[in-house]
């Protein structure tokens, strides 16, 4: 199952599990020297709508979370009208335990320079914000580099991509977030590009429609814009040689992917797999297995937001159809792995911890659910629950939400299936901490 030739991370000389002292920044001047920008020369050769085709026929899914078909979000851009037209590019990354893009822009930037500008040629953009989470310091200094070369270079501003070799010009603008988890949804990051607060937007309308600035803009997360060069490079019939077919639900999942592996594992790291990879080998043949020998207990799935993996479903395929596992999703498919010994009300707690302080506030389920639910996991973990604390707990999880209708954007959800995921699938060691309720609790929302 696990691939031979890495796509996303061929350019980084040291597989990036190496040591971090090994691995060296590949420059313009590199890339180029790899065959770097040849695929944007060949794109610019290409009508821009057999691009957005080849995407649509690869079935690339986005990698940024919710795994929607991109080339299917590219075709909801309305026909062009003389206006302007963006595309904001999502490194946010501030899911827990989710470090892929953090690597992608460390050693390899014109990996995703590259799939922004033959995003921008097929969808015909003129603008890209690439929007990099606050706390990245490093990357984005080493993005704006990478920028400065590419604009050199006459790839972005001047003329048109690659020098006037068409008649589009781009802009690219790095824009840097202030640190709330909630700009990475993607109308959250919408409005922080726009200088306001990072508070979702109800929807419709779609960013394809209207996005920044009531304009037409596709939103697409590192990972998506990575995998778009080596698409048009190969086609969309090698793309679908690696990964999983779907079990019939949903769209297939097909291509490599990042998945970054921490917790109680011994090698933890970035490690480039094909999707549908089962956990087990993930851990046991990249990860060096198990920290101490120990026994596996549960893992996040992809990010704290899709819930848990429990102990009997070590060997889950890692593909978007995980859901068939109780969790809600593969997400950024970055699992942490916890070991026989972990507190798993512990890791409830802190997890809760995380919802109620990224909670933006907008809605009264997801801001007062996510209070809510801390201090009563807090309770609980104190040895001061009762055993309805658990139902109340997973009553006011499962209230809170899109999929419940109760909430504009999804952070909701992730508190919501993380918290029931965890209740569910360790409820023993929950009741083992609780008191039997003699009496009725109330819990008041004040
Ligand atoms: C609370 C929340 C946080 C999110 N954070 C990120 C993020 O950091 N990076 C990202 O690419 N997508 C994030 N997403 C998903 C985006 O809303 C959006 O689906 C994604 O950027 C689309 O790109 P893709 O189709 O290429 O995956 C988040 C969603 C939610 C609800
Ligand atoms: S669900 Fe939570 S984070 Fe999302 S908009 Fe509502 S209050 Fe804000």
């Not at 929607?68 to 827990?96: H, Q, T």
């Not at 989710?98 to 799939?115: S, V, Y």
């Not at 969309?236 to 992917?257: I, L, Q, V």
Request: proline share 6%.
């Amino acid at each position: 199952m696990a691939m031979t030739e890495p796509v996303l991370t061929r350019r980084i000389p040291t597989a990036p599990w190496g040591k971090a002292k090994d691995r060296k920044l590949i420059t313009y001047k590199k890339y180029v020297k790899s065959g770097g920008y040849e695929t944007l020369e060949k794109a610019l050769a290409m009508d821009p709508g057999k691009i957005v085709e080849m995407v649509r026929d690869s079935q690339l899914r986005g990698r940024g979370g919710a795994g929607f078909p991109c080339g299917v979000k590219w075709g909801f851009l309305p026909e062009i009208d003389g206006g302007r037209r963006y595309l904001a590019v999502n490194c946010d990354e501030a899911e827990p335990g989710t470090f892929k893009d953090r690597i992608l822009c460390d050693f390899d930037p014109h990996l995703i320079l590259e799939g922004i500008a033959i995003t921008c040629w097929a969808c015909q953009l003129d603008t890209a914000f690439f929007f990099i989470r606050g706390e990245y310091h490093h990357q984005a200094k080493t993005v704006q580099a990478a920028i400065d070369e590419a604009y050199k270079a006459g790839i972005f501003g001047g003329k048109g991509l690659m020098k006037g070799a068409c008649d589009l010009k781009v802009e690219c603008y790095l824009h840097r977030g202030a640190g709330a988890y909630v700009c990475g949804e993607e109308t959250g990051l919408l409005e922080a590009v726009e200088g306001k607060r990072g508070w979702p937007r109800v929807k419709p309308p779609f960013p394809a429609v209207s996005g920044l600035f009531g304009r037409p803009t596709i939103v697409n997360n590192v990972e998506t814009l990575a995998c778009v060069g080596p698409i048009v490079e190969k086609g969309a019939d090698w793309f679908k040689t690696m990964g999983k077919a779907s079990d019939g639900k949903g769209p297939p999942s097909f291509g490599p992917k990042l998945m970054g592996v921490s917790g109680h594992v011994n090698r933890p790291g970035l490690y480039e797999v094909d999707l549908g990879i089962p956990l087990s080998t993930l851990v046991e043949e990249h990860c060096g297995g198990m920290r101490g020998g120990k026994g596996f207990k549960g893992a996040i799935a992809g990010g704290v937001s899709m819930g848990i993996l429990g102990p009997d479903q070590f060997d889950a395929e890692m593909d978007f159809d995980i859901g068939r596992y109780d969790v809600m999703g593969l997400g950024t498919a970055c699992p942490t792995i916890f070991d026989e010994d972990t507190d798993m009300v512990a890791v409830a707690r802190n997890i809760a911890r995380f919802f109620k302080n990224e909670s933006c506030g907008q809605c009264t389920p997801c801001r007062e659910g996510a209070q809510w639910i801390y201090k009563l996991l807090c309770r609980i973990e104190a040895g001061e629950g009762t055993s309805k604390d658990l139902d109340l707990l997973l009553e006011i999880a499962g209230s809170m939400g899109i999929m419940p209708g109760t909430t504009i954007c999804g952070l909701a959800d992730g508190n919501n299936w993380a918290v029931r995921t965890i209740v569910n699938k360790y409820r023993s060691e929950f009741e083992a901490r609780v008191r039997p309720a003699s009496v009725p609790v109330t819990v008041s929302a004040t």
